[in-house]
């Protein structure tokens, strides 16, 4: 029996240790690309931005979804080694979004727990900005829930850094973890993105129900945006419109394209073209503005103190400002009390 146990590890060691390789060598051949995913405005049906989504062009076995291979390199850390590349391939697309006259669309790109204690995050951030001359208010990174342990002060004096950059930044995969109140209460958090799997469950019974209109409700008393990810069909849309959800992803209005197909899809979506050729600003400076915020440590709440804590925020302990763009997405500026 221990025989076969120690023969059982080893082998799932040199597995692992394989495809640890095989991420390495990929990395060095520039295996990977991004689809884009538009995000909507349930209103007018108007893509508002897009969510770069990683794939594995692997040579042999094709396209190879995130899931497959992001916890490995989470895991081994191999995922900093990306973030130079995610940061330069979303805002040169990005560039190329706005030069061909969709200058009001942003890009969002997803961030783990590991980048963030990479201390160069905010330097690489801020240098492909330079580079490409994006405007930070058309770039948002998303921070998924579950990705968000707790005991991880660094992550929200990063979180802080970027933030005071006046990146935009979305809480992924919302309901799905429990670090996430915390999170909006000390951070300038301006998206909610509801968790797919509780678009999948409604309409359904009276608790999913409950669930996902007391989320768009929390969202909306919070001053943030509220998107619905994993919107699949109309009945979906219909239920989560009705409650006054007011931005949508998902399959029923495009999976996550190619750069070439995306132009394709806008173009099909009528998309509306800010009509202002967009010059490219090579030396354009992002506006940096430091705010000093408390960068006390995340706690687990329990669930008592997470109620009190978000009747706190939506009772002012928040002091925001909304504007909406020509879409009606919320760009906010955002003042949390301490
Ligand atoms: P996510 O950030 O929550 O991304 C949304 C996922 O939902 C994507 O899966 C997207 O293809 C899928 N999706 C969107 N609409 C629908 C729908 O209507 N039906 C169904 N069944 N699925 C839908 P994908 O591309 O497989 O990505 C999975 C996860 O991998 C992402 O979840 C994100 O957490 C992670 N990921 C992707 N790219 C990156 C990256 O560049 N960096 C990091 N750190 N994580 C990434
Ligand atoms: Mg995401
Ligand atoms: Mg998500």
């Known amino acids: 029996m221990k025989k076969l146990l120690s023969v059982l590890k080893e082998k ?14 990929a990395i060095k051949n520039n295996e990977f690309i991004f689809h884009y995913q538009p995000e909507i405005d349930l209103k007018t049906g108007q893509a508002t931005g897009f969510e770069a989504l990683m794939r594995w062009n692997h ?11 992001i916890p490995m390199m989470e895991e081994t850390k191999l995922i900093n080694k990306m973030t130079p590349f995610l940061f330069e391939q979303s805002m040169k697309d990005l560039r190329a979004i706005h030069d061909a006259g969709y200058g009001d669309l942003f890009m969002s790109v997803n961030i ?101 209109s007391t989320m768009i409700k929390l969202g909306k008393d919070l001053n943030l945006a509220v998107l619905a990810e994993g919107i699949e069909t109309k009945e979906q849309l219909d239920w989560l419109m009705a409650r006054g959800c007011d ?9 996550p394209l190619p750069l070439n197909e995306l132009f394709k899809w806008l173009e099909k979506n009528k998309q509306h073209k800010t009509g202002k050729a967009k010059s490219v600003k090579k030396t354009a400076k992002p506006s940096v503005s430091v705010k000093s915020k408390s960068s006390a440590k995340p706690t687990m709440a329990s669930s008592q103190k ?5 009747k706190k925020v939506a009772k002012g302990g928040v002091k925001q400002s909304t504007k909406l763009s020509a879409k009606g997405t919320a760009h906010k500026s955002t003042t949390k009390k301490k």
């Open 306 to 310: 997470v109620k009190s804590a978000a």
């Open 112 to 212: 783990s727990v590991v980048q963030l204690q990479d201390k160069e995050l905010v330097n690489t951030l801020k240098h492909y900005l330079k580079k490409y001359g994006i405007d930070t208010k058309y770039y948002e990174c998303e921070l998924t829930e579950t990705s968000m342990m707790e005991d991880l002060p660094e992550d929200l004096a990063m979180l802080e850094k970027v933030n005071s950059l006046k990146i935009r930044l979305s809480l992924d995969d919302f309901g799905s973890g429990y670090a996430s109140f915390n999170y909006l209460r000390q951070l300038d958090i301006q998206k909610m993105k509801i968790d797919r799997e509780f678009t999948w469950s409604i309409p359904g019974s009276k608790e999913n129900e409950t669930i996902v």
């Open 59 to 69: 040579p042999t076995k094709g396209l190879i979804p995130p899931m497959e291979f």
């Open 12 to 25: 799932i060691f040199s597995k692992r240790y394989a495809f640890e390789k095989e991420l390495r060598r």
């Open 247 to 255: 931005l949508g992803q998902g399959f029923y209005f495009a999976r």
